[in-house]
């Protein structure tokens, strides 16, 4: 399977869980700050993304995000973390955009 297939997918499951429970936004703006740190660890310290442990990942959301995660956040965050995913969270943060204006539309 492609990864913009698999992200898809990812993104899919995540957006349906946020709509419903009705917390889409907060989902947005946790892909948005988790895609943001994972380009930037990825493009700026390679190595040291492949080493941090899961509650390396999570101090590091944490210290940067202005709100702590929710439970269902940490363990999709979690569960890219031990499928070895991480690097997807880009792509799946513009896919899950997608389906939420696509959703507001229709």
């Not at 895609?35 to 101090?59: A, D, N, P």
């Amino acid at each position: 399977m492609s990864k913009k297939n698999l992200a898809y997918l990812y993104a899919r499951a995540a957006f349906e869980y946020a709509k419903a429970q009705a917390i889409e936004t907060s989902w947005r703006e946790f892909l948005k700050q988790a895609s943001s740190l994972i380009e930037t660890v990825s493009r700026e310290h390679r190595v040291l993304f492949q080493q941090l442990s899961w509650g390396e990942w999570l101090k590091l959301y944490e210290s940067l995000s202005e709100r702590p995660l929710l439970e269902s956040e940490q363990r999709f965050f979690s569960l890219l973390h031990r499928s070895k995913r991480l690097e997807l969270l880009p792509e799946i943060q513009i896919l899950y955009e997608l389906l939420r204006s696509q959703s507001l539309i229709g």
